[in-house]
């Protein structure tokens, strides 16, 4: 199982991100367990380099500019420098301030440049009674896979978080049933494009609801937020799935 910490911009203090971090290599030794963690970018500068531990760092977001005048970019370059190996792209927060799916291409392009591994968000809004929000999905999907080649699609994460789940509580998630379904949705999608891509559920994901999701829903792993950034929280997370 994948579990993807973004720690959004939770945590502000140094000393919170070291013991976030301690915890985190504890727990990346267990068998089967894959921690990513995505910190504040200069947390990935205060604790990637020279990290030797199984846990990996994913920055929340890069630049789509490829770097030189531009004030208050991160390239991915940069990110790639300091020991990112994945990057979140088109996160519903940085969707939210404006960001196309042009933009997101253009990231998920740079993020491949450079070697690392796009964790792409996608989600609906809301749910019609019309299903048109699989209609929205493909459109993300497409927006981004159809302009890549077949050796580029495979190597993207893609993260179902719908919007409606996102910051709430273990009650909010998505059903397990829906879940299953959607999950099943986004392999057809992906199968139009010759590609098989490893998926991971985010959205009110916490110690409660965790194995229920996980449960033949057909997730290969979890995006968490708000239950990363809390020790026992994300320690119990873990447990309750490897
Ligand atoms: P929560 O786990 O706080 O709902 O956040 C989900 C998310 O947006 C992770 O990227």
Known sequence: MIFVGNWKAYIESPQKAKALFASAKRLAGRKGVRIILAPSAPHV???APGNRSKVSFALQD???STGGAETGEVTAAAAFGIGARYVILGHSE??????SDQIIFSKVQHTLAHGMTPVLCIGER???SDAQYLQFI???LAAVFSGLTPQERIKII????????IGLHASDAIAPGDLAEMILYIRKVLGDY???NQILYG????????RMLAAGSGVDGFLIGHASVDVQNFTALVKAVS
Do not use: T
């Not at 893609?158 to 789940?165: H, T």
């Not at 959205?203 to 965790?210: A, D, K, L």
């Open 203 to 210: 959205g009110s994901v916490e110690p409660g609801n965790v």
């Open 158 to 165: 893609v993260a179902y978080e719908p919007i409606w789940a």
């Open 138 to 140: 493909r459109a993300q």
């Open 45 to 47: 500068g205060l604790l």
């Open 94 to 99: 940085r969707r939210a301030r404006g960001e």
């Open 194 to 196: 010759m590609s098989s």
């Open 62 to 64: 890069i630049s789509n």
């Open 126 to 128: 809301e749910r019609d």
